[in-house]
């Protein structure tokens, strides 16, 4: 189970992550799958990062790997992150890819 957090705040579980590095990465995409847990201040910053990345719209971003207690097993720091592209295929499924300038591995 993954988890995604913008700064210290866990915003939500994901239903699925792709494209996660055993290494560090110097820039790349991941592409998350959104469930029924969807958060306000997620979808957000999809909208926000889709349209300004370059002015200001990028932030950095955690997707984290849950243990079975729920707690924080590893954690993928992606620096200056933002929504390339996103897509539904119904209401309660989204697919986002995120594009990043670096990934740091905790």
């Known amino acids: ?16 992550v792709s494209g996660l590095a055993d290494g560090h990465t110097q820039s790349g995409q991941i592409t998350i799958t959104r469930g029924m ?3 306000n201040e997620l979808t957000e910053w999809i909208k926000e990062s889709r349209v ?16 079975a207690a ?4 590893q954690r993928f720091n992606l620096r200056n992150a933002w929504a390339s592209s996103w897509s539904a295929s119904d ?4 697919t986002v890819q995120i594009d990043f300038d670096e990934m740091v591995i905790e």
């Open 37 to 39: 847990d969807k958060s």
């Open 91 to 94: 209401e309660a499924i989204e």
């Open 70 to 73: 729920n707690t924080v097993a």
């Open 52 to 67: 300004n990345h370059n002015n200001g719209g990028a932030r950095n971003v955690s997707i984290c790997r849950l243990d």
């Open 1 to 16: 189970m993954f988890a995604i957090e913008l700064g210290q705040m866990r915003l939500e579980t994901l239903q699925s």
